[in-house]
């Protein structure tokens, strides 16, 4: 990194910079990476498959898809507001059903097969993407609404256990702090959420 930044390039580019290094090394050296670029004001373009590496390093972020660009913006809009399917699945966001737009009483609503939600925000009509934000989740009957399951499976990852639960025959992934009680597989539990938090809606196919 030194030598290349030793000429004082217009632009560096870097591919995979930290791939073949160990998680610890790789956390670390992720902000070293952003310091230097960011001290030296150098402009740089890494390309990477790490998610995490990307918004550390990154004040824009480009995700693309067989050559074409899915989404541009900063790393906190790319994770907060997914274009598309596409987007969604690259940030891990799996918790994904099918839903139609209807409209209902002069209001917009989403029929899914976990339930039906009003919409604020929206004003199109036919077939969407409906996500389900994991980071929106509480266990519990504490928010606005409830969606009962059946424990799939419970990963213990140090801070936080990422547990697998069946809703009405949709697999859906949450993650919950590993210092609170934790329910076993085949437990059936109640979860809880806010849909104007929780809920993002988008069409199946990623704009042009």
């Known amino acids: 990194l030194a030598r290349a930044l030793a000429p004082h390039p217009n632009l560096l580019m870097l591919d995979e910079p930290l791939g073949a290094l160990d998680r610890n090394l790789r956390e670390r050296l992720v902000f070293d990476l952003r310091n230097i670029l960011q001290k030296s004001h150098q402009t740089a373009i890494d390309g990477t498959h790490d998610q995490e590496e990307a918004f550390v390093i990154a ?122 009680f934790l329910p076993t597989r085949g437990e059936t539990v109640t979860i809880s959420f806010n849909p104007d938090e929780a809920l993002q809606i988008f069409p199946d196919d990623c704009p042009d």
């Open 59 to 180: 004040d824009r972020v480009i995700i693309m898809n067989k050559g074409r660009i899915a989404q541009i913006g900063t790393p906190e809009q790319i994770y907060k507001y997914p274009s598309c399917r596409f987007v969604a699945n690259f940030l891990g966001l799996s918790n994904q059903v099918d839903g139609e737009v209807v409209m209902q009483d002069g209001k917009f609503i989403v029929h899914t097969s976990i339930g039906d939600y009003p919409l604020q925000g929206w004003d199109t009509l036919g077939n969407v993407t409906v996500l389900l934000r994991p980071d929106t989740i509480q266990a519990g009957k504490a928010g606005e609404h409830n969606l009962t399951g059946v424990v799939e499976d419970v990963t213990f990852r140090g801070s936080a256990s990422k547990v697998t639960i069946t809703i009405a025959q949709h697999l859906f992934t949450f993650n919950f702090p590993s210092n609170t």
